[in-house]
């Protein structure tokens, strides 16, 4: 079966750390770009990073750099999100993405369930 699989989502108080795992099955992971992305209740989803298959180039929302880090194993088909520094602001569902890159575009093409990641004291 074809998708992806989030998870590592959770309560986290503010300037703590989480990391999201999506695990990949059913295509060639190595073939694909993995980005993730996120939704809070009210607001449209937006890219939060993506990392290309091939060379790794990597990819972060203003609001995110320097606090989160995308990474993946390719030989484990999962992508990695490592957020640290949290605000209240990061939260929302985080959703994991496949996409056909084609630069500077990547066409996103199938998507995980979603984790919440909630930052509250």
């Known amino acids: 079966q074809v998708q992806l699989v989030e998870s590592g989502g959770g309560l986290v108080q503010p300037g703590g750390s989480l990391r999201l795992s999506c695990t990949a099955s059913?295509?060639?992971?190595?073939?694909?770009?993995l980005g993730w992305f996120r939704q809070a209740p009210g607001k449209e989803r937006e890219g939060v990073s993506f990392?290309?298959?091939?060379?790794?180039?990597?990819y972060y929302a203003d609001s995110v750099k320097g606090r989160f880090t995308i990474s993946r194993d390719n030989s484990k088909n999962t992508v990695y999100l490592q957020m640290n520094t949290l605000k209240r602001e990061d939260t929302a569902t985080y959703y994991c993405?496949?996409?056909?890159?084609?630069?500077?575009?990547?066409?996103?093409?199938?998507w995980g369930q979603g984790t919440q990641v909630t930052v509250s004291s």
């Open positions: 990392m290309s298959n091939g060379e790794g180039s990597k």
């Open positions: 993405a496949r996409g056909e890159y084609d630069p500077p575009l990547v066409e996103w093409d199938l």
């Open positions: 059913g295509f060639t992971f190595n073939d694909y770009a």
